[in-house]
């Protein structure tokens, strides 16, 4: 995975760069990885590599995927703000991408557009979902402790957000099943891989995208949804930009799915793995349920549902002795830099009552995460709903981790819930 000398941490930042294939030939001044955030195994277990980067210098370039990388919190936090010279506008991922979508653009054109989706997350918006949230928490959680051995992934972690977003987007639960199919089909556009099997994956996440657009377009054409306390009737409501076409809506829709979804049960997933693997942190939230936000803040470091994201660079962009050049593909690592050692003592401990505010695992700058406060809300729910009713969560099988790049969390995890005996 690293080349030896890296993996030793003996590399510094005046090794020069010979370079392989696409990468630069000359001098860089990073520190040459062959670190690669797209090697499966890595992604499902990516700590040590992250800690050797974090042992062997500041800035890194991966030749082969032509990648620079940064995993400092303080570099990673002033990439992140500097939006003039590193850019999303030419998309987030490895393959480069324009689109009139809030993650994807920068300046005017991203505040228009992160304008429009704003009235959907106000403090009134998530005190309506409030008790929505709590209620699908309550029954989840009680569905899980009756099944006994089972997989949380199925259970719980998966149907939760998919639950609630269903509920804020005003699906019905005669829909859902539908529902739940085109959008974990539409969602896997994001992962969209050159390769045979990936194009041929694409073809039915398109299917579905067409699916999930002719079942919006018909229930905002039969006028229920306008003027409705839905997030797409509130950003009727709300709009500041004109009338939102339905087509604009729908691409709402597909954005809050894609956002709001998988990285949610990825922390609720994480959330659940350590807990059964730190019985003692579990017993401290349960001796004090106060600390629950916080234990969700360390949750959000700890985890990192979302691990890697890219950026672009339109101008040189000087990191410490580094500069990366104009037109570069600059890797963000928010699971490397949420467990900076700079940053964070003991980085690779969970500690529930450790208030790591600093953490990107929600982004940080312009782009910072429009849903968080609802994740907040979800975790939360959850983990009060275990903290009454569970006195221990324990694993009955190896969890299994994602292998995606980007997003990561357990895809199966099969464990027990022991409830509190009834007195
Ligand atoms: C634990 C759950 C979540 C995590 C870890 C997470 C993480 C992130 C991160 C890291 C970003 C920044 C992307 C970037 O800088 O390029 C982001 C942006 C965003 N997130 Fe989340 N997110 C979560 C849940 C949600 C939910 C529930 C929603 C909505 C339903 C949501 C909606 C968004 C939107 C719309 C953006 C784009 C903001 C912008 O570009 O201005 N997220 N999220």
Same mark, same amino acid.
């Given at each position: ?68 990388? %940064?995993?400092? !919190?303080? +570099? ?5 703000? #500097? =939006? ?8 987030? /991922? ?122 919006? %377009?018909?229930? !905002?054409? +039969? ?5 409705? #306390? =839905? ?8 709009? /500041? ?183």
């Amino acid at each position: 995975m690293f080349s030896p000398l890296i993996a030793a941490g003996r590399l510094n930042v005046s090794a020069a760069i010979r370079t392989h294939r696409r990468g630069y030939s000359g001098w860089t001044g990073a520190v040459n990885t062959d670190y690669d955030p797209l090697d499966p195994a890595v992604a499902a277990q990516p700590h040590a590599a992250y800690d050797a980067l974090h042992r062997s210098g500041r800035v890194h370039y991966n030749p082969r995927r032509a990648t620079w990388i %940064l995993h400092r !919190l303080d +570099d990673v936090r002033a990439a992140l703000r #500097d =939006t003039d010279r590193v850019t999303s506008s030419h998309g987030v /991922t490895r393959v480069r991408m324009v689109a009139d979508l809030v993650v994807v653009t920068d300046g005017e054109q991203h505040s228009r557009l992160r304008k429009q989706v704003q009235p959907a997350f106000t403090k009134g918006a998530l005190d309506s979902w409030r008790n929505i949230i709590d209620k699908l928490a309550a029954g989840l959680v009680d569905d899980m402790i009756a099944a006994g051995n089972c997989d949380a992934v199925q259970r719980l972690t998966m149907p939760m957000p998919l639950r609630v977003i269903a509920a804020i987007l005003g699906v019905p639960e005669s829909d859902i099943a539908d529902f739940r199919r085109w959008s974990d089909d539409s969602t896997q556009l994001i992962n969209f891989t050159p390769t045979v099997s990936g194009v041929v994956s694409t073809a039915r996440s398109m299917r579905a995208a067409v699916a999930l657009r002719r079942y919006f %377009l018909k229930h !905002l054409a +039969d006028g229920h949804l306008k003027g409705s #306390d =839905t997030v797409l009737g509130r950003l009727l409501q709300h709009s /500041t930009d004109g009338a939102l076409t339905d087509n604009q809506l729908f691409y709402i829709a597909i954005l809050l799915l894609i956002a709001g979804n998988e990285t949610t049960t990825n922390l609720l997933g994480g959330m659940l793995h350590t807990y059964a693997e730190e019985p003692d942190q579990y017993d401290m939230i349960r001796d004090k349920p106060d600390l629950i936000p916080q234990a969700i803040e360390e949750h959000v470091r700890y985890t990192s549902p979302i691990q890697n994201l890219y950026r672009y660079t339109r101008a040189d962009y000087r990191v410490g002795d580094v500069t990366i050049p104009s037109g570069s593909r600059v890797l963000m690592s928010f699971g490397a830099a949420n467990r900076d050692p700079l940053a964070f003592d003991d980085p690779n401990t969970f500690r529930a009552d450790r208030n790591p505010r600093s953490h990107v695992g929600f982004g940080y700058g312009p782009h910072l995460c429009l849903g968080a406060p609802l994740a907040r809300m979800e975790a939360q729910a959850v983990l009060r709903e275990l903290v009454d009713r569970v006195t221990r969560i324990e694993m009955t099988g190896p969890t299994t981790w994602s292998t995606n790049s980007s997003l990561r969390g357990p895809i199966h995890l099969p464990v027990v819930l022991h409830a509190k005996s009834a007195t």
